[in-house]
């Protein structure tokens, strides 16, 4: 990947020979290791326009890593969101469990609320475009647009701009196989219940690929790729196999180990509306899911 919207708050380097992140760090950029490390922990370093926490990234040669010269980005802070990467286009964000996408209702605490803030603080003409969801309830990577062109083309091309879109869930129960798909439809009742059908049934047809990670008699680790993207999807999906997802208080089975809903988007893959450079984004999978399989 080619290196993003450059800016004269940075300082950009271009990897010559493969090293991990903060070795390579201390040998080529001005700075005590106490500053570096602050830099780092700030989020104020991007390596190929994606910001980088941690010490032991793989770098390899030919890869532009981006060092901020104020080391961190003050104008926004908050416990629920982090700024995963940010151009004039679009913002790409990692949002924790508890907060909404967008506003429901009177003063609710949502993502787009907090970006437009972000906005204005920074003096950015712009506000956020919500241009897919993820559940109060559920973590993970989200993209918002920036403008209402950047929005339109997002929406209307969903499809053919997001290649790869993946979830990892604690589910309950031992997984019988290993990989798999679940096709069928699915549609809401009017109780806003979403119950799925082995023919149509007039909802929207649905398809889940599943990979099982890990497991014990107890729960599994699972991957999900979303081939389509429908409400509670996965949710639905996983019930469907008798292997609910934990915390889910909608389609579960009363399995609550994390005292959450056990639901994170951990990859999200795109064309670029605008520029149709790869953007590949991964955040880790929770460690508290992992600490279910030590």
């Keep these: ?10 300082d950009y380097y271009e990897v010559q020979e493969d090293a991990p992140l903060l070795e390579w760090l201390l040998a080529n950029v001005k700075g005590s290791k106490n500053k570096i490390k602050d830099t780092l922990h700030g989020r104020g370093i991007k390596v190929n326009g994606k910001v980088v926490t941690q010490y032991d990234t793989p770098l390899r040669k030919g890869m532009k890593v981006a060092v901020s010269k104020t080391k961190r980005n003050d104008l926004f802070k908050s416990r629920y969101v982090k700024i995963v990467y940010e151009d004039r286009y679009l913002v790409v964000v990692e949002k924790n469990i508890g907060i909404l996408s967008m506003a429901a209702g009177h003063s609710s605490l949502n993502v787009k ?24 309830d559920t ?73 099982t990670l890990d497991r014990t008699v107890d729960h599994s680790l699972v991957e999900f790729r979303l081939e389509t993207g429908r409400k ?63």
């Excluded at 290196?3 to 004269?8: A, E, H």
């Excluded at 907090?114 to 109060?136: E, M």
């Design 139 to 211: 973590s993970g990577l989200m993209i918002y647009a920036k403008d209402m062109e950047t929005e339109q083309i997002l929406e209307h091309e969903w499809h053919d701009i997001v290649y790869d879109r993946r979830y990892v869930a604690v589910v309950s129960g031992e997984m019988e196989n290993d990989e798999g798909t679940i096709a069928n439809w699915l549609k809401d009742n009017k109780a806003y219940f979403t119950y799925s059908s082995p023919v149509d049934n007039g909802g929207k047809y649905a398809i889940t690929h599943y990979y």
């Design 232 to 294: 509670n999807q996965i949710r639905v999906h996983s019930a469907d196999m008798g292997h609910p997802v934990c915390g889910d208080v909608k389609y579960g089975n009363g399995d609550d180990p994390l005292h959450r809903l056990c639901l994170h988007a951990y990859v999200l893959c795109f064309y670029h509306p605008i520029t149709h450079e790869a953007m590949e984004f991964e955040t880790p999978i929770p460690s508290s899911f992992r600490h279910l399989f030590k």
């Design 1 to 10: 990947m080619r290196q993003y919207n450059k800016s004269t708050d940075y």
């Design 113 to 136: 609320s907090l970006l437009d803030s972000y906005f204005v603080k920074s003096r950015q003409k712009c506000r956020a475009h919500v241009v897919h969801r993820l559940d109060r």
